[in-house]
């Protein structure tokens, strides 16, 4: 049996979990990935290591996640339902386990014509939901076919994440997809980019109202901004990202627009540690990576390791 993941350790013991976007080259640049790994993988308890964001063809992110893990990142591996089939997927799944990726992260993925390859079909064979109830019936020992045929193996131990959506315009309905997507079997939610956090904070009191079973543990997304365009375009083009007023204040007041994007955003860290019902953050520092350990810093948010299992303490 794989040992307990640092992530899935840190959400257990209940520690602030810090996790970091790690986007794949488009190329076969290895150096590019571990270079990047190298920064987040000391400051943070994983990466989330894209696949093909914005439908642009990039490295897979199972080899890059396997680059990453050499040079010292926890990866969590995206996968999306965009590209791939349900044979596939579990191709991948169970591949991953075997390479020692263990934390995953379903999403449905960017339609391809914003990508490089507008003309290529889409599979969507499932949905989220579908991978999702894929996934905890790889790990349960079973493959997810009518059968329910059973593994001739080990199964891959799997930390199973999905995507939410505080902001949502409807908090009811995106509260009953949370609910649909724990019972799935999600471990761990990660959001969409959030600069509002009293409507983040109105969704969490939503949330206690609710009749779910169990408390989802919420890595709330925040990402430092380089500069007032980059607000500006966000908070225009970027689906379920809003720049609310006061930030986007201080961005058109600032002198130096990238100082006062570290500021905002620890600010906004500082905020998330101290919030009752948030599990951790996801940093989105896009091309940035160089930025998140000084924005960590500034957050006071050394990250909390947990303490060596048993096992490792043997290795040791």
Do not use: C, K, S, Y
């Given at each position: 049996m794989a040992r307990p993941?640092?992530?899935?350790?840190?959400?257990?013991?209940?520690?602030?979990?810090?996790?970091?976007?790690l986007g794949p080259p488009k190329s076969a640049d290895g150096a590019h990935v571990q270079e990047r790994a190298r920064v987040l993988g000391r400051v943070c308890?994983?990466?989330?290591?894209?696949?093909?964001?914005?439908a642009q063809s990039r490295m897979a992110p199972l080899a890059a996640g396997r680059l990453a893990l050499e040079a010292g990142a926890e990866p969590v591996i995206q996968l999306t339902v965009r590209d791939r089939n349900r044979l596939a997927l579990t191709a991948d799944l169970l591949g991953a386990s075997a390479l020692g990726l263990h934390n995953t992260l379903s999403m449905r993925g960017d339609p391809v014509h914003l990508g490089n390859h507008p003309e290529a079909a889409e599979v969507r064979d499932l949905d989220t939901l579908g991978l999702l109830r894929l996934q905890a019936a790889l790990r349960d020992g079973n493959f997810a076919n009518e059968a329910g045929e059973t593994l001739a193996g080990s199964p891959p131990?799997?930390?199973?994440?999905?995507?939410a959506h505080p902001l949502a315009d409807d908090p009811d309905v995106e509260i009953q997809k949370i609910a649909a997507k724990m019972a799935a079997g999600a471990d761990f939610f990660q959001t969409q980019l959030c600069y509002d956090l009293e409507r983040l904070d109105a969704f969490l009191e939503r949330l206690r109202a609710s009749d779910l079973p169990a408390w989802p543990r919420l890595l709330v997304g925040v990402g430092p901004l380089k500069s007032l365009r980059m607000a500006r375009h966000m908070h225009d083009n970027v689906w379920g990202v809003e720049i609310p007023p006061p930030v986007m204040g201080r961005m058109e007041d600032a002198y130096n627009e990238r100082e006062e994007g570290l500021a905002v955003c620890a600010e906004l860290l500082r905020r998330l540690r101290e919030t009752p019902g948030v599990a951790g953050a996801?940093?989105?520092?896009?091309?940035?990576?160089?930025?998140?350990?000084?924005?960590?810093?500034?957050?006071?948010?050394?990250m909390e390791r947990p303490a060596p299992s048993t096992s490792e303490r043997a290795v040791r």
């Open positions: 993941t640092l992530l899935e350790r840190a959400l257990g013991e209940e520690r602030f979990a810090v996790t970091a976007e308890h994983a990466v989330n290591v894209t696949d093909n964001q914005r131990h799997l930390v199973i994440g999905a995507t996801h940093i989105m520092a896009i091309a940035w990576e160089e930025a998140v350990p000084e924005l960590l810093e500034r957050a006071g948010l050394g």
